[in-house]
């Protein structure tokens, strides 16, 4: 399984987690605000536990319209 694949697994089972939905429901190409039904701040939320698990610090200015499960996968994989 490519970096990525890897990467984005992990994010999407913890968001199923954080946010109680099941993991079968959330995809890749998702939007999570819409997906998950959550605002600005439990985004926030959700991404300060990302940069936890993974170790890394995610600048604002990389996140400026990420809005996707993929694309925050790639941005948090050209972090580690």
């Given at each position: 399984?490519?970096?990525?694949?890897?990467?984005?697994?992990?994010?999407?089972?913890?968001?199923?987690?954080?946010?109680?939905?099941?993991?079968?429901?959330?995809?890749?190409d998702?939007?999570f605000?819409?997906?998950?039904?959550?605002?600005?701040?439990?985004?926030?939320?959700?991404?300060?536990?990302?940069e936890?698990?993974?170790?890394?610090?995610?600048?604002d200015?990389?996140?400026?319209?990420?809005?996707?499960f993929?694309?925050?996968?790639?941005?948090?994989?050209?972090?580690?």
């Open positions: 399984m490519p970096a990525t694949d890897h990467t984005l697994d992990q994010i999407l089972d913890l968001a199923a987690t954080h946010f109680k939905v099941p993991r079968e429901k959330l995809s890749a998702d939007d605000f819409k997906t998950l039904g959550i605002d600005s701040l439990q985004a926030l939320d959700l991404l300060t536990r990302l936890h698990h993974f170790r890394i610090e995610l600048p200015y990389e996140l400026q319209g990420v809005s996707d993929r694309t925050l996968a790639n941005r948090i994989q050209a972090r580690l």
